[in-house]
């Protein structure tokens, strides 16, 4: 059994492997999609700052990066950089290394990503038995609009009027991370408290429209289980229905949840994107928005990459987790 | 509208007053010293002279006594006509970040300020003297001044930026190159009689607070492109003498020694060393070479954090940061005419966020200063109460607020002929209804106006604002069917096409670059509707790949035309970058501009030529008169050729600015050369606590 | 379900004699939720193929008149007095300190409302892109303006372009739905028919194209498009860009399908027998989950319409005059608007009703899909 699971996480890890060497390859072609390459951009950038710029230095300067060389030479360059000295290049756009980039936005960014998956998670699982449990009660009803509400306002609507709503209530608009004054001060009670306020619209935002779709998953799960013959045969044996629904259908039911943890981490990323643009957030969004108009390709190529290895990694445990749960699922993969 | 004042005609004049005073910093250093003032007031209190958060750091010892931290008492510069009743040390002002560009000059501190009348008044400098042939610029520094980390500033600090940093060498191809950013430098040009070659000055030490420049030539605008174009000609030396390369083992460019060119005490530090030594010193300071190295912490140093100024805030935050606190710099070597250390506020910070928030945030009382986009004019304007600001209007010489620049130098022949074409500038000015445009664009506060100087300016020309903007599509499509290279009829599409030549049957069609900054898109949708009307297809390509803008423009003839959101034009000789063929962003003169790595010759007795010559002419000019002279061409050939086709004129700039921000002039006048906000002097704001 | 739920009613004799089409028609027509979106899905997308004709402006027109006007009301009473279905005149007004248009209903003034009109005020169209044609549903007589929705910030009909905004906030992602499930099918099938190396390298695609945020991912994809394209192409190159990603899921769910079924006894007769393999997925296997990809493809579309209000408010999308819900929602992106020109949120209800009748609908399929449950 446990040489089962050994064996499983191998494999797994194997393809996993070779998903993100894809990825990598994915990344840079698209990222030298666009005309015109990052060194343009520059020099164009110098020329408005009121310089010239000569053509033996733009020469220079091509040879230096390598721009000059066919796609496949760049590629090896860019990612040998990363898997053998952890460099992600420079950014143009910044004037600084990714690295220093990364490091300034990666946490803000990761704290949002998780607070809001914790929050969808802990939400849609509970409303999703709920509304299963109590099928077209009013609850049910209720979260079931609530949700839709959530899928079907584009999110950055949603961050509008409830900043709207935020300001006609409080008369404050809670933008960004912190009010005025609270973002340079040291940490204290007061500033974690004004952090909590200023992140219910965001985790709102990109939350509820998780929300739904998961909440709808768990409510057809739920359903799925509870019509099932075990539970008839539950029933049979006299147990009480409130423990056959909690104890077996409700873990029955989590298992495609879990499975998707990984995936759904996609759709965080997605919406964190653009709720940064429109709250003002210290996240990796706007910048990355900028570097990819700006063609900054290490940057925007690093960041691509870096989300994209975070998800399969995020599969790659939510795998992991439902092997461990759920014996057929690993039975089956190993069978083919 | 309210150009009341404006800049002079009586630059010449100002110039030979310096002159014959010897030393034009003189009356601003008053007779008695500021530090005795307290003692006429004697029955008041004590007069407050530093901010209490700078008295509490001498309180505990971390930081010198004020009178150790400002110039000697006669060197001290006052703001005397800027001194408020009753001003109050400290407060943070939150205000929108537009950018390097913006809050750079915010607190720009240049050795000799531009005057809103066209001269020059001393500012880091203390004076200055210039010698009866026109050659040699003395320059007095003022005594015992520091850097904002308290090291003194000296002559040397001038002399070695000016020749170690920002003119490092001179070819025989008569390029002078700038070794920190690797561009040509030419300001500091003059052409010497006795060989006929173009030579840059020379800048030399005479003592500790005095350098002096050495001329070919005369060039008696020298003080104004100082201004101007090298607002910062001084460097911390102490600070940059590890990470500038440089080799005092081999003989400088100028054949002096370099003792006296600044270089005292220096050795040899290669380009790669320079590198290493930043990226050790703080890993911010970590670039990919010299030339990054050399524009980011020579060039735009007002960004990092730790680099010494002598600005009255500098920057206290990372670059990544979303907002950029400004901290007071407490060796800042202003007072006002009581004696108080200026500034009055403590902290500015610089917020970014989207363009679009900015008016959100003023409303909702989290900012208290924001740059008002006129098109926004109504909603700050009704949010006023809500959010507890005032909007106030100040002046700018603006020539258009939107317009169309048409490549004259586009690589197409076909295009290149048709833009040179006047009656194809003549139809697209007036195919377009100016008023409805105002009412859509700017609530009908801007003045449908053809691109040329505003009443009150100097360069004012009756009649010029009123050429060709009489709306007439009929006779806008008249003046095309009269041009032979395009058809009269209409494709499929409605639009005109060529009739031969490489582009036979393809429309007319006009890739516009908006202006990323400023929500150009609108207005362009508007052109592009009345553009449909003659026949003409206009595409907006700004929005799919915003930079491509820019190098485009520095290719120089890629780019077909621009969409110019704000042209002001502050003195068509004194600055002619909009107006002569100088600058690489200046579209209608396309590649034909000097600054071009390799320029375009335009075709003889072309308008064009005549342009490109009179920009030569004038970067040499030795007297006044002919500079004068230059600048009426200039004028005169866009009021001839119509080379940049404007709509919309707006002259004012307004301001968002809560009610608690005292001291504001809004009557200043802005525009780049007079720095935007800084010519309104932000030190001397304060805010009621 | 037997457990927790009442036992079903009896069926009367018919249940047991209905083909299969029947049946799910009978229980989809139960689901009043589904029944009532597709009628709205159905009315919204007549109204959009007769746009030009239903809109009372084109897209082209505007006017520095009418800027920001607020919905113009219908009045019916003059006085007291029975007039029909008319709208003041507007008068409009500068506010001298912020100068924002205010526009006053000028009583003097009845324009009456002509339905079926003919003139030039609304410009000309071609009926289906085919008949040239001046008639409009409706339309104030004289200088008088019906603004429904109110006005934009180019003094554009909201009405008139929500209308016409549909044409393409409707079609194209029908469009979009049609290429993606075409994508999953093929890949879906492909990995589960012929499994191996093939399944092996279609999931190892699946999970790359999978692991993308999407958002950064139209960001580098619309930079890439060149900028000469027309609106309408760019449009349709964003909507490919975007079943480009989307269709993993599908595909996904085709393969496990294939997997399962591929052992049903029917699939090994059909082999025995001697079919071909594209005949044994065209005619056995397909059809056996047929329901799950038209749900599939209900529910597609939606994201695809939200997916196009997100391009637009990025800028990456349509771009005026072109006109779709994503660029009408562009101008709400400022509180401002909320608090000041509170209308031009109204095409954010089209957004919304689709979005959820699109839902509904696909629920209703769902249930109907499976009428012997």
């Known amino acids: 059994m446990n040489k089962n699971f050994l064996m499983f996480a191998l494999r797994k890890l194997a393809t996993m492997i070779l998903t993100v060497f894809l990825i990598s390859f994915v990344v840079f072609f698209i990222i030298t999609l666009p005309p015109g390459d990052f060194l343009t951009n520059y020099i164009g950038r110098m020329a408005e700052a009121g310089e010239a710029v000569s053509p033996e230095l733009i020469a220079e300067l091509k040879a230096h990066y390598g721009l000059d060389q066919p796609f496949v030479v760049q590629y090896w360059k860019w990612i040998s950089n990363i898997v053998f000295h952890g460099d992600f290049g420079y950014s143009f756009l910044l004037s600084m290394p990714v690295t220093s980039v990364i490091k300034a936005y990666i946490v803000p960014t990761m704290v ?35 949700g839709f509400i959530g899928m079907a306002v ?10 709207f709503i935020s300001f006609k209530l409080t008369g404050n608009t809670m933008l960004g991370l912190y009010s005025p004054g609270m973002e340079n001060a040291a ?15 965001p985790i709102l935002v990109i939350g509820l429209m998780n929300t739904c779709s998961l909440m709808r998953t768990m409510r057809g799960q739920m359903l799925d289980e509870l019509g099932k013959n075990y539970v008839m045969a539950a029933r049979a044996k006299g147990l009480k229905a409130k423990a056959i629904r909690y104890k077996y259908c409700v873990r029955a039911a989590m298992n495609p949840v879990a499975s998707s943890i990984g995936w759904s981490l996609v759709n965080i990323f997605t919406g964190t994107t653009i709720v940064a643009i429109v709250l003002n957030l210290p996240s ?21 990459f870096l989300m994209a290895i975070m998800t399969v990694l995020g599969t790659f445990i939510s795998d992991l987790l439902l092997a461990w749960l759920d014996p057929r699922a690993r039975s089956e993969y190993l069978k083919g | 509208m309210k150009l009341k004042k404006f800049l002079a005609l009586s630059l010449a004049l100002i110039m030979t007053a310096g002159i014959l005073a010897g030393c034009g910093g003189k009356e601003e250093t008053p007779a008695e010293t500021p530090a005795e003032t307290p003692a006429e007031t004697p029955a008041e209190v004590e007069i407050v002279k530093e901010s209490p958060m700078l008295a509490e750091l001498v309180a505990a010892g971390s930081l010198p006594e004020l009178s150790e931290r400002l110039p000697v008492a006669a060197d001290i510069m006052v703001e005397t006509d800027k001194t408020p009743e009753n001003p109050q040390y400290g407060g943070t002002l939150r205000r929108n970040n537009g950018g390097e560009w913006d809050y750079g000059p915010f607190t720009e501190e240049p050795l000799f300020r531009l005057t809103e009348d066209g001269g020059v008044t001393p500012n880091v400098a203390k004076g200055y003297d210039v010698s009866d042939d026109g050659l040699v610029y003395t320059i007095y520094l003022r005594e015992g001044m520091k850097w ?31 070794g920190y950013n690797g561009t040509t430098y030419n300001w500091y040009k003059t052409t010497d009689p006795a060989d006929g070659v173009t030579k840059p000055a020379i800048v030399t030490v005479v003592d500790d607070y005095t350098v002096q420049i050495q001329l070919y030539a005369p060039k008696p605008l020298i003080l104004q492109n100082i201004a101007i174009d090298n607002k910062w000609m001084f460097a911390p030396k102490h600070w940059y003498k590890d990470i500038v390369a440089y080799d005092t083992s081999v003989e400088h460019w100028t054949g002096l020694s370099h003792d006296v060119l600044g270089g005292a005490g220096l050795t040899a530090v290669t380009e790669e060393e320079a590198v290493a030594n930043a990226a050790a010193r703080n890993a911010r300071f970590t670039f990919d070479d010299y030339t990054q190295l050399g524009n980011q912490l020579g060039y735009m140093y007002w960004s990092y954090k730790d680099r010494p100024t002598l600005r009255a805030w500098t920057m206290d935050s990372e670059k990544t940061d979303q907002t950029y606190v400004f901290v007071r710099n407490p060796y800042f070597w202003k007072t006002d005419a009581e004696g108080r250390q200026l500034p009055y506020i403590d902290t500015v910070e610089m917020v970014t966020m989207d363009n679009a928030l900015y008016s959100q945030e003023m409303i909702a009382g989290n900012l208290d200063m924001a740059s008002v986009d006129v098109g926004d004019f109504p909603t700050y304007k009704a949010g006023e109460a809500m959010g507890d600001y005032t909007v106030y209007s100040s002046v700018q010489p603006n020539w258009t607020s939107c317009s169309i620049e048409l490549n004259q130098s586009y690589k197409d022949p076909q295009y290149a002929e048709l833009f040179a074409n006047i009656d194809f500038r003549h139809a697209l000015s007036i195919a377009v209804d100016r008023n409805e445009m105002n009412e859509i664009l700017y609530a009908g506060l801007a003045e449908p106006a053809q691109a040329a100087a505003p009443a009150g300016t100097a360069q004012f020309i009756e009649g010029a604002r009123e050429k060709w903007t009489e709306y007439d599509p ?17 494709n499929a599409d409605g639009y005109r096409t060529f009739t031969s030549g490489a582009n036979a049957g393809k429309p007319v069609l006009i890739n516009l670059e908006g202006h990323e900054k400023c929500n150009s898109a609108e207005a362009i949708a508007l052109m592009a509707q009345y553009y449909k009307e003659i026949g003409i297809q206009l595409i907006e390509i700004t929005n799919t790949a915003r930079n491509t803008r820019q190098q485009k423009v520095t290719n120089g003839n890629e780019i077909m035309a621009l969409y110019e959101e704000n042209l002001n034009v502050f003195n068509p000789y004194v600055r002619p970058d909009r107006v002569g063929a100088n600058r690489n962003i200046c579209t209608w003169v396309g590649k034909y501009g000097l600054e071009h790595a390799e320029p375009m010759t335009p075709a003889a007795g072309s308008e064009m030529e005549e342009i490109v010559n009179l920009t030569k002419e004038l970067s040499t000019a030795a007297t006044m008169e002919t500079a004068e002279a230059v600048g009426e061409a200039f004028l005169q050939s866009h009021l001839d050729n119509t080379w940049i086709v404007g709509y919309l004129s707006v002259t004012s700039k307004y301001t968002a600015l809560g009610n608690d921000v005292k001291n504001f002039d809004a009557d200043h006048i802005s525009c780049d050369e007079l720095r935007f906000y800084g010519n309104a002097k932000p030190y001397t704001w304060f805010m009621e606590q | 379900m037997a457990l927790f739920k009442k036992k079903n009613k009896e069926r009367d004799d018919s249940y047991y004699y209905a083909s299969q089409w029947q049946l799910m028609y009978q229980k989809f027509r139960k689901h009043k939720l589904a029944m009532a979106s597709a009628v709205l899905l159905i009315v919204f997308y007549t109204i959009a193929i007769f746009g030009n004709f239903v809109a009372p402006q084109g897209t ?18 003059h006085e007291g007095e029975w007039e029909g279905p008319f709208v003041y005149g507007l008068k409009r007004d500068r506010d001298p300190v912020t100068y924002m248009n205010i526009f006053v209903e000028d009583t003097e003034k009845i324009c009456h409302i002509d339905f079926f009109a003919e003139g030039d005020k609304g410009g000309e169209y071609k009926i289906l892109g085919l008949i040239p044609c001046n008639i409009h549903l409706f339309q104030a007589e004289g200088d008088g303006q019906v603004f429904l929705f109110g006005t934009d910030g180019m003094g554009r009909d909201l009405f008139s372009r929500v209308v016409l905004g549909a ?7 029908v469009v979009g739905m049609i290429l993606t499930v075409a994508l999953g099918l093929l890949m879906g099938s492909l990995a589960g028919y012929f499994g191996g190396w093939v399944d092996n390298v279609i999931q190892r695609l699946i999970e790359v194209v999978r692991s993308f945020p999407n958002v950064p991912l139209w960001m580098a994809l619309s930079a890439a498009l060149p900028a000469t394209l027309k609106p309408a192409q760019v449009f349709m190159l964003m909507t490919i860009i975007l079943s480009l990603i989307s269709w993993p899921n599908l595909a996904r769910t085709v393969r496990s399908q294939f997997f399962s079924i591929k052992k049903e006894d029917f699939i090994m007769a059909a082999r025995i027998s001697g079919a071909p393999a594209s005949a044994i997925v065209l005619r056995h296997m397909i059809p056996s989950f047929l329901s799950y990809i038209i749900v599939n493809m209900t529910l597609t579309i939606p994201s695809l319409i939200v997916g196009e209000t997100t391009l637009s408010f990025l800028g990456l999308g349509l771009r005026s005059p072109a006109t779709s819900w994503g660029v009408l929602l562009q101008e709400t992106n400022k509180l401002e608007t909320i608090m000041f020109y509170g209308w031009k949120l109204i095409p954010m209800i089209f957004v919304f009703l689709a979005v959820l009748a699109f839902n509904f609908l696909g629920d209703g399929l769902r249930d109907a899909a499976d009428p012997y449950k």
């Open chain 1, 112 to 146: 949002l990503s998780l607070v809001t998956m914790i929050f969808t998670y802990a939400i849609s699982i509970p409303i999703g038995i709920y509304s299963a449990v109590h099928q077209y009660s009013v609850g049910d009803y209720l979260f079931t609009t609530i």
């Open chain 1, 154 to 163: 584009p999110n950055f609507l949603m961050g509008i009027i409830l900043m």
């Open chain 1, 187 to 201: 940490w204290s009670m007061a500033k974690f408290i004004d952090l909590m306020k200023h992140s219910v619209i």
């Open chain 1, 284 to 304: 990796m969004g706007r910048v990355m928005h900028e570097a990819l108009l700006d063609q900054d390709m290490y940057l925007a190529g690093s960041w691509l």
């Open chain 2, 148 to 178: 904002s980390d308290g090291e003194p500033f000296t002559a040397h600090d001038v002399a070695f930026y000016y020749n170690y940093m920002l003119v490092t060498d001179f070819t025989e191809e008569n390029k002078i190159v700038s």
């Open chain 2, 474 to 490: 009929a006779a806008a499509n008249a003046l095309l069917d009269g041009i032979e290279m395009i058809s009269n009829d209409r």
């Open chain 3, 60 to 77: 082209e027109q505007f006017s520095g008149e009418y800027v920001n006007c607020g919905p113009t009301p219908i009045h019916f009473f």
């Open chain 3, 167 to 173: 044409q393409i906030s409707l079609f194209i992602p």
